[in-house]
């Protein structure tokens, strides 16, 4: 497992390293913003990239001035275009495989010879 996808953090820690208060970060799993693990116990933990996003939501309400629900679109936006991105290079990768099996020697019945 990815460092920065480990929880290890129980919630007072997480808090602190995300300069917040224990609540918020409840809050922000009560609104679908965060997910911890829990423990067997029930115990939040937290990773890095739980961190990462605290901060970012931090950001985009303090700053920014963003409400939560519309930090929840954001976040969700931002998912979705890191799934098409995902799927658009994996699709490339797909195409270059194919491509380099096929052989790019331009003598397939779909070849026109330059010409339209």
Do not use: F
């Amino acid at each position: 497992m990815a460092r920065a996808s480990r929880p290890v953090y129980v919630i007072s820690v997480a808090a602190n390293l995300a300069g917040c208060h224990p609540r918020t970060l409840r809050i922000y799993e009560d609104e679908g913003l965060v997910d911890p693990v829990r423990t067997e116990t029930n115990i939040r933990l937290y990773s890095d990239d739980d961190l990462r996003r605290v901060r970012v939501i931090r950001y985009l309400t303090q700053v920014r001035g963003v409400n939560l629900a519309g930090v929840k679109l954001l976040l969700q936006l931002r998912d979705a275009a890191d799934l098409l991105r995902e799927i658009a290079d994996s699709l490339d990768e797909e195409n270059e495989v194919g491509a380099d099996e096929d052989g790019a020697g331009g003598d397939g019945p779909d070849d026109r010879g330059g010409q339209y």
